[in-house]
DNA sequence: GCAATAGTGTCTTTTAGACAGTATCAG
DNA sequence: CTGATACTGTCTAAAAGACACTATTGC
């Protein structure tokens, strides 16, 4: 406890590390359903490194800018302001991972609604819709399509960091309110469950998934019915807000326990 | 594809953002167990900012050092060289997190065997250890006590990044393999059981347990016995290697999928 | 009425908890 | 023998899958 000087003295002289400092950056996994499969908003690189390939669209972060925040910013300016449930993923340090200079990047998932998927396409233009597919299984890795069925090939490691998008939404599908980001307000409980089976790859039990989410204690029913169906009308729910959470903090907004 | 000049061309030409940058920092969750607790490694702090509170090791990451080399960099400094299973656990970047300067800072789980534990003690005497209380719940905060029982206030956010990293280590800890890092290559049945309730905070089940792990396919029974027991000596397992994985890199150190 | 989908009832299978029992050591 | 702990058998309870059944719409 030999604290001669007081910590504002301290701060004063303190000198900034002037070490060489890598590059930060945020990376969004722009992620939506689009015909019943994960799809990705992606930007064509018409630059060097990696010309031609399909890239996650990112930025630098701020010298006086929260990570979180770096990823709203980028996620407003290139995705024309569609709103998204944003989530950091994980974060890659290679050394070798751009070739212009060392970058470190925060991957951040970004999931959006139907129509914040429209949304997102409409304003910016730049963004190319590529269909994840992914083994069921999902160790590993997976490929990205776009529309017309071609491969799109991505650039840097971001694969690597699609895939990660992969296996952290599936692992955190059936434990947490995620699943929710990517439907609107009022959904229909086979909407809610069209949205699992398309991020697991697989099909799942009726009776058993209705009992699991309403046994959640998650869904509030609303007494109002879906319309313009040509058949008997689902009944439509909504997420219960659950208290002691502020309004722009939902509980499926904190970080992952189970990664 | 208006690609004019070469890739090599351009990179030569490529100049490095000069933007003022962040820095960038690795911080351990030094975690073993100690009298069947989750226990921290700390060191205290003599300077300002937080000067005589406790706070993780930690260290910058080097321009040409991937993250993952950094973290095991710290670790060999600041532990001695004890052998710690590492992963990574979060990114924090709140810009006032360190008053100093803008200082981000991936955290990692550095997972210690009691052998372990002890060598990091031996060998760098500045560690001190704390007992984590957090409970069984565990939605929230953790508190830190040293061994007389005196609470150990954390510096910056390190009390939010302990409570992170017990969050997800509870969060793996029966789907993942990620409990046997904190075990001797042989251990019995009753000393995973005595891991996992020490994370967890709970008592668990003993027949359920043992079939539970026993079904996972994960263990080999040796047929091999503690030995030095006053009473029956339990049967030691081993950890069964699973193939596809390179010697270095084990199945429960790839990056989390639960989260 | 038919076609299509919503929603439910129930049987079976699996998995976990509870708890008592047997087995094997030191002394 | 006792005491302590390892290990197992078995009953019960809870959860999930399978599958058929009823309900409600448009036409």
Redesign the pocket.
């Known amino acids: 406890m030999s604290q001669a000087e007081s910590e504002a003295a301290f701060l004063a002289r303190y000198d900034p590390a002037d070490y060489a400092r890598p590059a930060v950056a945020v990376d969004l996994v722009l992620l939506g359903l689009s015909g019943g499969r994960p799809t990705l908003l992606l930007l064509k690189r018409d630059r060097h490194p990696h010309a031609g390939r399909h890239a996650l669209p990112g930025g630098f972060v701020g010298i006086d800018e929260a990570l979180d925040d770096a990823a709203a910013r980028v996620l407003r300016e290139k995705a024309g302001g569609a709103r998204a449930h944003l989530e950091q993923l994980y974060t890659f340090g290679a050394v070798e991972r751009d070739p212009r200079m060392r970058i470190i990047t925060v991957a951040y998932l970004a999931l959006l609604t139907e129509a914040a998927f429209a949304e997102a396409r409409a304003r910016a233009p730049a963004l190319i819709p590529g269909a994840v597919a992914a083994s069921p299984a999902a160790e590993g890795s997976v490929t990205v399509h776009a529309a017309d069925g071609a491969a799109l090939p991505l650039a840097f490691d971001h694969a690597e960091i699609v895939a990660l998008a992969i296996r952290r939404l599936r692992g955190k599908l059936d434990y947490s309110e995620v699943g929710f980001a990517l439907l609107p307000e009022l959904f ?3 909407q809610l469950q069209d949205v699992h089976e398309a991020i697991l790859g697989t099909g ?9 989410m ?2 959640r204690g998650w869904l509030d029913p609303t007494g109002r ?1 879906e319309t313009g ?7 439509l729910y909504r997420l219960r807000q659950t208290s002691s959470q502020t309004p722009s903090q939902t509980s499926w907004q904190t970080p992952a326990q189970g990664d």
Do not use: G, H, I, V
Request: charged share 35%.
């Open positions: 229909t409980l086979r799942l039990n009726k009776p058993a998934f209705r009992r699991r309403l046994d019915f169906t040509s058949y008997r009308p689902a009944e």
